[in-house]
């Protein structure tokens, strides 16, 4: 998965194919050699600041690590930041979720990342995200049981 912003750049560490226009990435098949997900987002030719959240749509991580700080918008990403979650061992059912990225040149006001954490749907923090100089990336992905 490949998310391109600007002169900024997200993906995950284990390449799964490019994105439909909808942001729909091509699904994967848990197996014995899968045992979770990294994402890595880095900056391109120069610092970006980049806040954002991966959300689960449906199924469930092994463990839900701390999303990194560096990705609170608030402190220019210089060098790739990665974030990883471990799957179950015995995936029963899709696991689906959604990454979504705010990019800007500027920080991010403090009171919009607090913001992100209380939202309805996925829609809504698509707008919380959104501002001027914003560019907005989202992808969905989607693990299916073997």
């Given at each position: 998965l490949a998310v391109e912003f600007g002169d900024a750049r997200a993906a995950l560490r284990r390449p799964l194919g490019e994105a439909s226009a909808a942001g729909e990435v091509p699904a994967l098949r848990a197996g014995p050699d899968l045992c979770g997900i990294e994402v890595?987002?880095?900056?391109?030719v120069k610092p970006a600041y980049v806040l954002g959240r991966l959300?689960?749509?449906s199924g469930r991580f092994a463990?839900?690590?701390p999303w990194p700080t560096e990705?609170?918008?608030s402190v220019a990403l210089e060098g790739p930041v990665r974030w990883r979650a471990p799957i179950p061992r015995r995936v029963t059912e899709p696991i689906e979720y959604r990454l979504i990225l705010g990019v800007a040149a500027d920080p991010f006001a403090t009171t919009k990342a607090a913001r992100l954490d209380d939202f309805e749907s996925l829609g809504e923090l698509?707008?919380?995200l959104a501002g001027p100089g914003v560019?907005?990336?989202s992808r969905r992905h989607r693990i299916d049981p073997p």
């Open positions: 890595e987002v880095a900056p391109g959300m689960p749509v463990a839900r690590p990705l609170s918008g698509e707008r919380r560019t907005i990336v």
